[in-house]
């Protein structure tokens, strides 16, 4: 039960239907902060160094918190907003970088299921298993990542054709599959082709999903991911990466989470 008694009735029940968002950094939160405070209801807590923005956007109950980098990070994130704040489901929005093929720079990657490509506790468990939940991917909630799908391909249809002629990107797309996470920004070609080899299935490869995806699988709260190609994950990808989150990745996160939102209050049933 959460302890952030706001979101409970006077007999104890869940009062509030909570969505919690999160981002690994700043510009990948796009503009849902200023919506929330544009919204007049809008209260920040600060806990674990972590401010965590409470109120409505888009017309949608909202915890928006900058989980920071890494998949401790992102755990720590997504357990406080479960156990503190009592969210009943989760999104992660931001970039990655693209290892699947014919995923390009600009398009999108909604995950169906995500997996932590360095975890290794091999001989004593099989590589990828995380011990003792006997499982080595997690399933991202099926009804909510579709959701997020729709809206990624909203946002294209209005959006996709003056981005692409604005930064150079070729019909942007997007795509389903597995999202694989890892505490390692990968940027040569040498981890690209080692990763497409031991995980053909990967389309995108970041650094915090699927430690968010394990939280909420083990309390069985629904979540989803959706992640911008910022780069290809080879030898240039710090410097795509580093552009891209700074002129481009605010436009799509904005973008998609404004038609996720809408959509989700509009029939939050589905969810």
Request: charged share 20%.
């Amino acid at each position: 039960m959460s302890i952030y008694t706001e979101n409970l009735d006077d007999s104890g029940n869940a009062a509030v239907r909570r969505l919690g968002v999160l981002a690994a950094l700043p510009q990948e939160l796009g503009d849902i902060v200023e919506a929330m405070r544009a919204a007049g209801d809008m209260r920040t807590v600060t806990l674990g160094r972590r401010d965590y923005h409470v109120g409505t956007a888009h017309g949608v109950a909202c915890v928006v918190t900058m989980a920071r980098v890494g998949k401790v990070a992102a755990a720590a994130t997504a357990s406080a907003l479960i156990h503190v704040f009592g969210v009943d489901a989760m999104v992660f929005t931001g970039v990655a970088g693209g290892v699947g093929r014919g995923v390009r720079v600009g398009d999108i990657v909604v995950a169906d299921s995500l997996m932590q490509h360095d975890m290794d506790a091999s001989p004593l468990f099989p590589r990828y298993e995380v011990p003792l939940l006997e499982r080595a991917g997690f399933p991202a909630h099926a009804p909510l990542a579709d959701a997020l799908a729709a809206a990624c391909e909203r946002f294209l249809a209005e959006a996709g054709a003056a981005l692409g002629e604005r930064f150079g990107f070729k019909a942007p797309r997007v795509h389903r599959g597995l999202i694989i996470s890892g505490d390692r920004f990968v940027s040569s070609e040498r981890e690209v082709r080692a990763l497409a080899e031991a995980l053909p299935e990967a389309m995108a490869v970041e650094m915090e999903g699927a430690a968010m995806a394990q939280v909420c699988y083990e309390h069985d709260v629904p979540c989803a991911i959706v992640r911008t190609i910022s780069d290809t994950a080879d030898d240039h990808a710090t410097a795509s990466f580093t552009n891209f989150l700074t002129d481009i990745a605010g436009a799509y996160s904005s973008g998609v989470l404004r038609a996720f939102l809408t959509a989700y209050a509009e029939a939050p049933a589905r969810q």
